[in-house]
């Protein structure tokens, strides 16, 4: 079985942490994805996909942080809309992510969660998400 599903998403903040985790548990029981791979990627260059801990708000918090501080604006960024640094964070990530699926559940850590990541916002966005496998 082959299954796609998009996720809307409305980011709020300049950069922000927007845990899927129970939209893509979601989608995998809703189209009947038992065993296989899923891959969930952002077709956006100032947004990115990653696997984080999702029990504690301080660990996105801190993670956006950090990134503010490696990229932080610069006069000599040549980019005319003026968000070098969310491209550069964006690249840093990564705009997608392969998960093992096994009995429709995507195999996460206790403390993991799959987060969308604004670095740009606040915007629309999208999520894709593409099941390969039984």
């Not at 491209?87 to 840093?92: G, P, Q, T, V, Y």
Request: glycine share 8%.
């Amino acid at each position: 079985m082959s299954a796609y599903h998009a996720i809307e998403l409305k980011s709020t903040q300049k950069i922000e942490f927007i845990d899927i985790t129970a939209q893509v548990r979601e989608m995998l029981r809703d189209g009947k994805c038992n065993s296989g791979i899923l891959l969930v990627f952002t077709p956006h260059t100032t947004a990115a996909v990653t696997i984080n801990e999702n029990a504690d708000p301080d660990v996105p918090h801190d993670i956006g942080e950090f990134l503010k501080r490696l990229a932080p604006r610069h006069d000599y960024f040549r980019h005319g809309e003026g968000n070098s640094p969310a491209h550069i964070m964006s690249s840093l990530v990564g705009a997608s992510e392969a998960l093992v699926v096994n009995n429709g559940e995507p195999i996460l850590g206790s403390w993991q969660g799959i987060y969308f990541c604004e670095f740009d916002g606040p915007r629309q966005r999208r999520v894709f998400l593409k099941f390969v496998g039984g």
